[in-house]
């Protein structure tokens, strides 16, 4: 259950980016409608182009939905480096769906597309089932794809993102070995897709016909589940295939009300009739009628002497779910507090949107008043205004069953709401994020670094003086760069290599610690301790190298010489390099570079010419220069 809920928790992720977008969207049809701002309006103008523009950049977000999942989901389920694990999910997502077009355009007719490479893609039509995904024309998969990749881009990263490969594979370590298992396992997913997907857009299909045939009874379970579900994480699993998926519409029914909102704000039928499916968006009433029906009876529930203690609490809870959609802090109080306050608000939330509906209140009520004002009644209120004061009837009517319900049942029940504790303890409104942290503290606390990487990056950071003498921390492809406050703290040369580093060099406070190929994932580790969070920020990216002994010799050296920046040319003389370098001073001593266990036998700086001499000579100068 619990992994359940931080899948419905990612799911959320990109969800947050839809709601400015949609009512930014909103204002710009509504300052197109020639019925309000007359000619000036009309295509062509100025006015028009201008907010024609701010509507395309700010449509953006939902012509990508499937991607902004892709990416959303790693962010919030991935243990360590969520930023690379969205990159990975980007990468193989894109793959999965070249693939896919790559199999439909070379066995097109296998699977029941004969002309797929002239197929095109035209707005407004199901298109046989197929769309434009980052400009690659593949099968519809909408957001069931994305997260069905997203989820095994997850479990790659969290199971091999941390694999330790022979030094000769480093290069191929973290990210790039999650998307190499990514591509071949995408193989067998395209060929799949091809074969199966088809049919499942046969069963949505008959979904969406089931859902237009289910009327209030499926207005009311739809709302029901979608609000009794949310502790769990599962109702997201209900509103989102419906609001950004396939399961009514294609494209989503928010995306298909500001696609057609002129047109509705234009016509003079009943909305309902325009728009039936629309029910399915009703589930924002609760979170404006019924908020405010709770709230009164939370405050009419508490005891005299916290009356104004829950007042302060409740009336900006209360605002934030009416206007802005937010309900947790209300609805995660009386969760832990009542369970059974719950279900009665699950019931009275889906009565109350199947008799919206029943009357003909439909449209995009999915948020709070801030988007209703916009989206809904701003732009149709000249044609529908009947229909709105009735949905406004309806909502108070609703706010005082909540609030006799709420008031009832905490009274016969001596529910402990906000304002009812014991008199030596403060009202206080919970959130899920705050129910859950003693439960994510005490799992963290027990959490051992059984890594590599983590107990390298421990060791390191301790033989540095700890977190507080660093002072910036950037790497190369071999070794970690440190600047530290204060020099004397760090430790002896002989700790770092006890923990597998090559060697050490200093220039006062400056200090470049040779780790070897694996620095980018031990520099990871070691920020993600300097920041105390579980997600680290990326390393710096390495040299490009390859998959050879002599690439790694070459890495060694290049970072010797002060990293490829400071290497001009170099010459092959057989077991000798001449070097020509930019600046002298950014050379290791011979000391370091025969630490590097490559062979190194001396070293010769004269003024900007390096000359290394090794006891076996590999062919390493092309590498270096590469």
């Not at 029906?293 to 104004?308: D, F, H, N, V």
Request: hydrophobic letters at 50%; glycine letters at 8%.
């Amino acid at each position: 259950m619990q992994k359940l809920q931080r899948f419905g928790a990612a799911m959320f992720t990109p969800v947050l980016l839809f709601t400015f977008a949609g009512i930014m969207t909103a204002i710009c049809i509504l300052m197109t409608n020639e019925q309000i701002f007359g000619s000036m309006a009309a295509p062509g103008t100025n006015w028009y182009g201008v907010w024609q523009t701010l509507q395309a950049g700010a449509f953006t977000v939902f012509n990508i939905i499937p991607l902004l999942f892709v990416v959303g989901l790693p962010i919030g389920l991935a243990k360590q480096s969520p930023g690379r694990a969205a990159m990975e999910a980007v990468v193989i997502y894109a793959s999965w769906n070249y693939m896919i077009n790559a199999i439909l355009t070379n066995w097109g007719p296998a699977f029941g597309f004969k002309n797929f490479a002239k197929m095109t893609i035209v707005a407004n039509s199901t298109n046989q089932g197929l769309t434009n995904i980052i400009g690659i024309k593949t099968l519809d998969t909408s957001i069931v794809g994305a997260l069905v990749v997203a989820g095994i881009v997850v479990w790659l990263h969290n199971r091999y993102f941390d694999t330790k490969l022979p030094d000769w594979l480093g290069t191929f370590q973290g990210s790039s070995y999650i998307v190499i298992l990514g591509l071949f396992i995408m193989i067998p997913l395209a060929v799949a897709t091809c074969f199966l997907w088809p049919k499942v857009q046969m069963g949505i299909s008959a979904l969406q016909g089931f859902m237009k045939a289910s009327g209030v009874f499926g207005i009311w379970v739809y709302a029901f589940l979608e609000r009794v579900l949310i502790p769990t994480g599962l109702h997201h699993f209900i509103y989102i295939p419906f609001e950004y998926g396939p399961a009514a519409v294609s494209g989503g029914l928010k995306a298909w009300w500001f696609a057609n909102l002129n047109t509705l704000g234009q016509s003079t039928r009943p909305i309902k009739e325009l728009a039936p499916l629309m029910g399915f968006e009703g589930y924002g009433f609760e979170k404006v009628f019924g908020m405010l029906g709770i709230g009164l009876g939370l405050y009419a529930t508490a005891k005299p002497s916290k009356k104004k203690e829950t007042a302060a609490l409740l009336i900006p809870a209360v605002l934030t779910g009416m206007f802005a959609g937010i309900t947790e802090p209300v609805e995660f109080t009386f969760l832990f507090a009542a369970p059974l306050l719950w279900f009665v608000h699950a019931f009275l939330a889906a009565t109350m949107d199947a008799i919206m509906f029943a009357v003909g209140v439909v449209g995009e009520f999915s948020g709070g008043l801030i988007g209703w004002v916009s989206e809904n009644w701003i732009p149709l209120w000249n044609h529908q205004w009947k229909t709105y004061l009735l949905q406004i009837a309806i909502g108070l009517v609703f706010v005082a069953i909540y609030y006799v319900a709420f008031k009832y049942l905490i009274l016969k029940f001596n529910f402990v709401t906000p304002g009812r504790e014991p008199e030596d303890q403060s009202a206080k409104l919970m959130t899920k994020k705050e129910y859950k942290a003693a439960k994510e503290a005490e799992k963290s606390a027990h959490s051992v670094a059984s890594d590599p990487y983590t107990q390298r990056a421990i060791a390191y950071l301790s033989a540095l003086g700890g977190p507080d003498n660093i002072k910036e921390m950037t790497s190369c492809a071999t070794r970690l760069r440190v600047t530290v406050n204060d020099e004397t703290k760090v430790a002896p040369d002989a700790e770092f290599k006890a923990n597998k580093a090559v060697n050490v060099v200093h220039h006062g406070k400056a200090l470049q610690v040779i780790v070897g190929l694996d620095v980018p994932q031990v520099l990871e580790k070691i920020q993600g301790l300097l920041t105390d969070q579980d997600t680290v920020q990326p390393a710096a990216p390495s040299i490009a190298v390859d998959d050879t002994p002599e690439s790694q010799t070459a890495a060694l050296l290049s970072d010797s010489l002060g990293t490829q920046e400071n290497v001009q040319s170099v010459k092959d003389q057989g077991s000798t390099l001449i070097v020509q370098v930019n600046d002298p001073n950014l050379v290791d001593s011979v000391d370091v570079f025969k630490s590097l266990g490559i062979g190194v036998k001396d070293v010769q700086v004269t003024d900007k010419t390096v000359t290394i001499t090794f006891s076996e000579m590999a062919d390493i100068a092309r590498q270096i220069m590469a």
